[in-house]
């Protein structure tokens, strides 16, 4: 079902219309065209290209598999306002955004919830929003509308070909369980010259990582995310990007305990820093 909603009030504040679209997504919008006319708009433009291709998949069978098999819209339906990462690891990836993200553009901020890392000075043309709670969603500033939607249940993106200039994924990359499709789709939406960045730290819910992530080590969970791009035909070389925290030089605990509670994010301390970026077809160069 279709949801508008008016702007980022609590969810339950909204005025909602219903109108028929896929039953897998739930499009929230300040602003729709009347479908009579968005319909007859559609009919004049040119058939959209096919999404990326897969060149091979990257995970395994098991390697998708999560130790909690219930749907995601159930686990995700409790809204969480909180911050999964710390103020180091968000200031970090702010300032990543500042530099790489043009001011104007259109962004698809993919696995979104409450918190924008966007900076806050700088204006961009749409930001669009998509996630697994429509309370978190909305109560986000800085997206203009937003879609709710499970992309483990399905992963097509309901834009046009080449809708944005950017897409960005933040701390949630874990959860993909068909991400060779879903990277295949953000390809598709991107345009010529489009970047991906994907951002990701060492914490999870651990229960909803899938198997390849959670078996994983930070180097080999980095490879990972390559990997994902690197099976799409038409991304760029992918660019890793770290900022690691600064060792204090005491003796780090290694028993199984401490490990488990590091994974789980309940251990306190700076997070490390990854981002993998990369683009559609070619890397733009701006003066």
Not at 64 to 85: A, C, Q, W
Not at 171 to 189: G, I, N, W
Request: glycine share 6%; aromatic share 10%; charged share 25%.
């Amino acid at each position: 079902m279709l949801a508008i909603h008016t702007g980022p009030k609590p969810w339950h504040q909204h005025t909602a219309t219903a109108l028929q679209t896929s039953s897998s997504s739930l499009l929230c919008k300040r602003k729709i065209l009347p479908l009579r006319i968005a319909s007859t708009l559609n009919e004049n433009k040119p058939q959209e290209s096919s999404a990326g291709k897969i060149r091979r998949l990257a995970l395994t069978q098991e390697g998708r598999i999560k130790l909690n098999t219930y749907p995601d819209r159930e686990f995700y339906s409790v809204p969480r306002f909180v911050t999964h990462v710390d103020d180091g690891f968000i200031s970090t990836l702010t300032d990543l955004y500042k530099e790489r993200l043009r001011p104007g553009s259109e962004i698809l901020d993919l696995m979104s919830s409450w918190v924008s890392h966007l900076p806050k000075d700088v204006k961009y043309k749409r930001v669009v929003g998509h996630g697994l709670n429509a309370q978190e969603l909305a109560k986000n500033p800085r997206l203009d509308y937003f879609i709710v939607k499970d992309l483990n249940q399905s992963q097509k993106l309901e834009f046009e070909t080449g809708s944005f200039d950017s897409v960005i994924c933040t701390v949630s990359v874990q959860y993909l369980q068909h991400p060779e499709k879903v990277f295949a789709e953000v390809f598709r939406v991107l345009r010529p010259g489009g970047m991906f960045i994907v951002s990701f730290s060492n914490r999870m819910f651990y229960e909803k990582a899938i198997g390849a992530w959670r078996d994983g080590t930070a180097y080999s969970r980095v490879q990972l995310v390559v990997q994902y791009f690197q099976c799409i035909e038409g991304f760029t070389q992918p660019e890793i990007v770290r900022k690691l925290p600064a060792t204090s030089g005491a003796q780090e605990d290694k028993s199984l305990i401490n490990w488990l509670m590091r994974l789980l994010g309940l251990l306190s301390g700076s997070d490390p820093f990854y981002a993998v970026i990369a683009h559609k077809n070619f890397k733009p160069v701006y003066e």
